[in-house]
């Protein structure tokens, strides 16, 4: 089993659609970057967990879900970083590898001591692209095998019945 752990402020400050909203929608940025994560979770099967640091929403310490990808909130004196450690330390295992999304030097240095493999803000983004190229490329596969109707018709007919339901003749 692989788990992604997502440094989210510091993916936030390095996509640049991301980086847009930060300073205005800071929440809308935060939503945004989860669906993405939804997106990531639910094409590879990974389980993802998107942390924040408690600095930029003080007083609350929140663990959430939201289309299955796991949303904490740290301490209000505990910073996303020491969470990822902790985190990457306790999931660790022969048989679960932790992975951790961060352009954060020093984290993935401390990470990579703990067995956790590391992607960048950048690397984490060139397969999130992938991911949405594939994503598109299936459902554009299953549009095409989709009938046009319930009922099986020669290209001809389809046409007409086009042009009837359109009010041309």
């Known amino acids: 089993m692989d788990v992604l752990l997502v440094d989210g402020y510091n993916i936030i400050g390095a ?38 640091d408690a600095q930029f929403v003080p007083g609350i310490a929140t663990t959430d879900r939201r289309n299955d990808v796991e949303i904490i909130f740290t301490r209000e004196n505990e910073t996303a970083d020491e969470r990822i450690e902790r985190l990457a330390s306790e999931l660790g295992s022969r048989r679960v590898q932790v992975h951790v999304a961060t352009s954060d030097h020093t984290e993935q240095r401390v990470i990579f001591a703990q067995g956790a493999l590391r992607k960048s803000a950048r690397e984490l983004r060139i397969e999130m692209d992938g991911i949405r190229r594939g994503i598109a490329g299936r459902v554009k596969e299953l549009q095409e095998k989709r009938p046009f109707s319930k009922i099986p018709l020669s290209d001809d007919v389809a046409e007409i019945f086009e042009k009837w339901r359109r009010g041309l003749k």
């Open 15 to 52: 996509w640049p659609e991301l980086t847009a909203l930060r300073d205005g929608q800071l929440e809308d940025a935060r939503d945004l970057l989860i669906g993405m994560m939804a997106e990531y979770r639910a094409y590879t099967g990974w389980r993802v967990i998107v942390v924040f």
